[in-house]
């Protein structure tokens, strides 16, 4: 009995030992694999050259990433300052404020949102978000739009990660002891003031950890993106002209294009610069959780 339990334990130990390790090993296997497929491409062109250049001449051998990375980038940002601000919110309300009833109809909306596929809100985006802004907010500006640009898709971004990390904010502050609001209340704080000082602020490191994974999760979305943000490439700060991210690039070429030398390791070398990329923004947005828990 002795020996099947330890056997037993040993075997437990073993695939929860694998598994994790497996985990962990998974990033740098499927990096290392991008790395080797890519590495053609840097026989022709250096790092600095192929990460700052704006030339994107395939036949020509020249692969500027430039442009895709300056569009994945303003697609994102202006999707996180679009959903950032409405998640934060309406997770304070639906901790702290809102009825039991709302909270229960809230739920599954914001679980059906997530289930969502992406070509659902690319659809959406297109019937919706693309009119208007080209048709109605543009013109408003005075602007000539076709509606197609980096605005429809930080609208677009925005949207599908809105239930995403708003699901996350509503878990963390739900861990907020009570106990701890409840003695800020009884020392004389109005409820407003228990909850900006207790409960966000004890709440601190996972809103920015909520954050963090809502901004890479956007980083690196594909279909719905690439359906209303024209996919031109060019670099520009005007939202109102189209853009061409990473994940786009990916998508929209990858099986049409590899009869072109270097395509296809160019864009393997795309698919390493969003790993990458994501893994910086992690690892930043880890820092800065140390930094607040240390504080």
Known sequence: ?????????????????????????LPLIIGIALYLKALPLFEIQNLPHLIGSSEWLPTDGKFGFWPF???????????FIFAAPVCLLAGIYLTQFASKNLVRIMQPVMDI???????????????IIVPFVGNVLA?????????YTMLAGGIVLA?????????????????????????????????????????????YPGIISAYGLGLAKAFGETLAVMMVVGNRVQITHNPFKAGYPLPALIANNYGEMLSIPMY????????LLLLV??????????YFIYKTKTR
């Open 264 to 271: 296809d390791s160019a864009l393997m070398f795309a698919a």
């Open 1 to 25: 009995m002795i020996l099947r339990r330890f056997l037993f334990d040993r075997i437990t130990e073993t695939w929860m030992v694998t598994a994790l390790v497996t985990i962990l090993l």
């Open 159 to 203: 949207v599908m990660c809105i239930p995403y990390m708003l699901n996350m904010l509503i878990e963390i502050f739900n861990t907020v002891p009570i106990g701890l609001k409840e003695a800020s209340l009884s020392m004389g704080a109005t409820f407003w003031q228990a909850v900006k000082h207790v409960v966000i602020r004890k709440s």
């Open 277 to 286: 990329i994501i893994l910086i923004i992690n690892l930043v947005f880890r």
């Open 139 to 147: 013109p408003f500006l005075n602007i000539n739009s076709s509606g």
């Open 113 to 127: 949102l997530a289930g969502l596929p992406s070509v659902i809100y690319g659809m959406w985006g297109i019937l």
């Open 69 to 79: 990375i300056n569009s994945s980038m303003y697609v994102t940002v202006l999707s």
